[in-house]
């Protein structure tokens, strides 16, 4: 399968959306229970990098298939260089290596912007995300237990991380 690997345009954001509500509803990737505006989801992601993943073949046919971005974890200026992960894949085309061309993509230019730590909260349900984060170099650094609710239910996640050996190493 022939998949491009483009920087994210605002024109993609209907696209976005919809693999990102498509996420939502599986209640496994997130505790967002709607996506929110281009304006909203624009002012809570770094500038750069973003990407999706334009495959060329298949269901796709030359539609986004997935998206990668980046959020801050912190506005503290020592927190500059830790970002956190977002990696959502269109369900028709899941299992493709989608998913691992947007992280891996993620993981070159996040080093390319300065970002010393990548991180990643992931519910322990989603094997196929926890799978995908290990391939590329991320750890598993804890289980935040009953952190948050989900519909009325405590929900755990583990927390990955992925430090670089190229930036923040002196």
């Known amino acids: 399968?022939?998949?491009e690997i483009r920087v994210m345009a605002e024109g993609d954001w209907e696209a976005v959306r919809d693999i990102y509500r498509a996420g939502i509803a599986t209640g496994q990737a997130t505790f967002e229970t709607e996506a929110p505006s281009w304006t909203a989801w624009n002012n809570g992601h770094l500038p750069a990098p973003r990407f999706v993943a334009v495959?060329?073949?298949g269901i796709?046919?030359?539609?986004v298939a997935g998206w990668a971005a980046l959020s801050a974890v912190s506005s503290r200026s020592a927190y500059a260089g830790v970002a956190e992960v977002s990696v959502y894949v269109a369900e028709q085309m899941r299992g493709a290596g989608i998913g691992r061309l947007l992280l891996e993509?993620?993981?070159k230019a996040s080093e390319e912007n300065r970002i010393?730590?990548?991180q990643a909260s992931i519910f322990p349900?989603?094997?196929?995300?926890i799978s995908l984060h290990n391939s590329c170099g991320f750890r598993e650094v804890g289980r935040r237990q009953r952190i948050a609710k989900m519909n009325g239910v405590w929900r755990d996640t583990l927390?990955?991380?992925r430090r670089s050996e190229v930036v923040g190493i002196a």
Do not use: D, Q, R, Y
Not at 60 to 63: A, F, Y
Not at 125 to 129: F, H, I
């Open 55 to 57: 495959s060329n073949e």
């Open 1 to 3: 399968m022939k998949t």
């Open 60 to 63: 796709s046919n030359g539609s």
């Open 159 to 161: 927390l990955f991380e």
């Open 105 to 107: 993509s993620l993981v």
């Open 116 to 118: 010393w730590t990548l």
């Open 125 to 129: 349900e989603n094997t196929a995300s």
